[in-house]
């Protein structure tokens, strides 16, 4: 998870369009935020680990000029939490300076690592394909070709370098990326929000294997992977990660969801006073559960929106609180039979406390409704969801799930509901988590820490 952004708009305040457009993506990663701006081919970026908000005031903020601009917001899947994993990163090479930031994970990345023999400064994945773009001493459209064919995995870039922004994805389209236009000017992020919060208009999605170059003369496109025979867009985007009012592959992500939680109710109705989500991904569901089989909906359980996105750790007794942190049950929840409805169950102990609680607040029956498969694998490609030993239905029967949470009863969407929701063919989409059947070959290290210096060499 992360999001990205990208912007060329020569006169504008090119860094507080990013800004606003890195607030639409903030929920793609909470860890750290950063900008870069080029001001004729000078660089400079600002980052620091924190939201948005946290890392910029109107004070950095006008500071930041130029041209082109690109952003960041990170959760981490390889390298730690630190502020030199931040990105944009910024890679000097021999050839040039390139700042970057990254979307997905790559399964090569030890050996890019290895190849490069040289140090760097930080122990994530994206600082090797900075550094192999900035040591390519040929023109720097052909530098990112190269550098693109090298890497293997889930790669949706933005960079500048040379005076210019690029952007790119991967051959298989792990992660989305979308282009638009603020007026004539390109811009390029994550998921669609981001160019409506800015006021750009949606132009296409850029193609797997594709190559967008902007500033320092005219556009330029080139296909420079034939994109892969499967296509391999995250199912996880459209049932957990992407913003409900963004669209995925022409899709709009809020009613795929609408409709899961309508299958799910055609798969597994049951008998219930009303149905209540698991705020906030598991609301479009709800909604669509309640719609199919006219149980009211309700708001049972309110989320605590901010508690959990803060630096301050809460006290050993505060944290003894459990969910109760995040969410607190309505009084209305008592002696009524609930259908909860979630969009994913990873590691269940979320759920299993969610349960406990609603029961402790005198519900009568807890029914849990997931709308989507169970998750029984790992992601290798940028979403942190847990090895297979965490993960509570890689090993166990619906009937053991069930017990182990507490609840009434337990029903996932099938696989085929999951997919007609997305309206999306079964051969555009990576569903491996679901299914283990992963797209590319499986990496051969897989420790998000594996880059992270030994104690010795930290002495
Ligand atoms: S393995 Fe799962 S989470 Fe990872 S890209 Fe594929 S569908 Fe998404």
Redesign the pocket.
């Known amino acids: 998870m992360c999001g990205v952004f990208g912007i060329h708009a020569p006169g504008r305040d090119v860094a507080r369009l990013t800004y606003f457009g890195l607030h639409a993506l903030q929920h793609r990663g909470q860890e750290s935020a950063g900008i870069a701006v080029s001001e004729h081919g000078r660089l400079t970026a600002l980052r620091d680990l924190g939201l948005v908000t946290q890392v910029f005031d109107e004070k950095n903020l006008s500071g930041l000029h130029g041209e082109l601009a690109i952003g960041h917001t990170r959760y981490s899947t390889t390298g730690s939490n630190a502020w030199a994993n931040a990105q944009p990163l910024l890679h000097h090479g021999r050839a040039r300076t390139v700042a970057l930031g990254h979307n997905g994970n790559l399964i090569n990345a030890g050996e890019l690592r290895s190849q490069l023999a040289q140090r760097f400064a930080s122990t994530s994945d994206s600082e090797m394909v900075a550094a192999l773009i900035a040591n390519d001493e040929r023109p720097l459209p052909e530098a990112i070709a190269a550098t693109m064919e090298k890497l293997e995995g ?1 790669a949706s870039i933005v960079g500048l370098a040379d005076g210019r922004l690029f952007a790119f994805r991967d051959r298989h389209g ?1 992660r989305p990326l979308v282009l638009g236009r603020l007026g004539d000017d390109p811009v390029v992020a994550s998921e669609t929000c981001a160019l409506d919060l800015i006021g750009a208009a949606f132009e296409r999605e850029i193609r797997p294997g594709e190559l967008f170059l902007a500033g320092e003369g005219a556009e330029q496109v080139e296909q420079v992977l034939p994109p892969a025979e499967r296509g ?1 867009l ?4 459209f049932f957990y990660l992407a913003r409900p009012d963004s669209r995925l592959a022409g899709v709009e992500v809020h009613g795929a969801r609408v409709r899961m939680g309508e299958r799910l109710a055609e798969e597994s109705p049951v008998e219930a006073d009303l149905v209540l989500p698991i705020p906030d991904s598991g609301t479009p569901a709800a909604i669509g559960f309640s719609r199919a089989t006219g149980i009211p909906f309700s708001e049972g359980l309110i989320k605590n929106r901010y508690v959990h996105r803060t630096f301050i750790q809460p006290e050993q007794s505060l944290r003894d609180q459990g969910v109760r942190m995040k969410f607190n049950p309505l009084a209305e929840v008592a002696g009524k039979r609930l259908v909860v409805v979630d969009d994913s169950i990873v590691r269940g102990s979320t759920t299993r406390q969610i349960v406990q609680m609603l029961f402790d607040s005198g519900a009568a029956e807890v029914h849990v409704r997931v709308s989507s498969p169970p998750v029984v ?7 942190d ?1 847990a090895s297979e030993d965490e993960m509570i239905a890689a090993h166990a029967t619906v009937e053991e799930v069930r017990a182990a949470i507490g609840a009434t009863s337990l029903a996932y969407l099938s696989l085929e509901g999951l997919q007609a929701a997305t309206r999306r063919p079964e051969s555009a ?6 299914t283990r059947d ?1 797209p590319t070959r499986l990496p051969t290290e897989t420790a998000k820490l594996r880059f992270e210096p030994a104690p010795a060499e930290t002495a």
């Open positions: 889930a792990f391999a995250c199912i996880f985007e694998s790992p992601c290798f490609y940028g979403i969801l989409l990576c569903r491996a988590c679901l992963y």
